[in-house]
């Protein structure tokens, strides 16, 4: 899949934080699509200096983040560029991640990279849980859900193994739906995991609420 970059600031002049590597942006926002399981960024420079330099160090500030050099060292002139990998799975919102370069000069031998990330959040669901106090009546209480793409996103239904509640769900509208669930009695402790069944992008994922008699 194509990755989308609206790349911040590519038409303005090159930072150059007093190294001889200049870099073309050092900022990039990054858009995902529905279903994106990972994005890649790409950082581009020019060694502006009159000797080699070399890229000794990548450190990602995340887990999720890996990086690489096109090459190591670059002569006087030449260009380069470090590519990272972000692995979406899990994540969704407004993110921001940086990575740090560390070269073999002298001085002035270290740089941050920084990604701000859009990821959109195919199924949104509000309340995540639920609960009952003991001795309650065991009204009906509601998981709202809200589909990012009814063309990219399904909700196709619902498992959980309890018998201690009754669930089911509701069509609201185009791409709104409710999960409704009420335990079968209140007199005794009670939990139960449901999980939403969906498929975003032509893969099948699975979304979990909670509920529980206290």
Known sequence: MRIGLILAGMLSAAAAFGS????????????AAIGEESLTATFSFRNAGARPVRIVALDPSCHCMSAEPDKTVYAPGESGEV???LTLTGYS???????AVTTDEPKDNYAR?????????PVAIAPRFQFWKAGDRPDEKRFEIALADTEK????????????FRVRLETEGPGKQRL????????????????LKAVVAGREKAYRVYVSVK
């Open 20 to 31: 001889s590597l200049q870099w073309r942006t050092t900022d990039l926002d990054l858009s």
């Open 83 to 85: 590519s990272v990998t």
């Open 93 to 99: 919102g407004k993110l921001r991640r940086s990575l």
């Open 113 to 121: 990279l920084t990604m701000t990330l859009d990821i959109p959040e």
């Open 153 to 164: 996103v399904k909700l196709e239904g619902f498992e959980y193994e309890s018998a201690d």
């Open 180 to 195: 409704l669930v009420r335990p079968v009695a209140t007199g005794k402790p009670a939990d139960a995991t449901i999980y």
